[in-house]
């Protein structure tokens, strides 16, 4: 994978293990895990407030690395 990755993970989801995403974030060079407090499989949208804070400083966390 060539470009920055962020998985995110409801603390509370009963459909993907942590350890299946704590995984797949390692697996990538760039790879981020977001863990999401009390929220399931739908993180996104049980968490919309905590999902955007992360997902904005995850963004962040790319411009910054990005080289012209």
């Known amino acids: 994978l060539g ?3 962020l998985v995110a993970q409801g603390e ?7 350890e299946v995403s704590a995984h797949a974030a390692r697996a990538a060079p760039d790879g981020h895990l977001f863990v999401l407090p009390w929220a399931g499989h739908a993180a996104h ?3 919309q407030d905590v999902f ?3 997902y904005l400083r995850f963004l962040d966390h790319v411009k910054a690395q990005k080289v012209d």
């Open 12 to 18: 509370l989801d009963g459909y993907i293990s942590p």
């Open 3 to 5: 470009c920055p990755l």
């Open 45 to 47: 949208i049980e968490a």
């Open 52 to 54: 955007n804070a992360g």
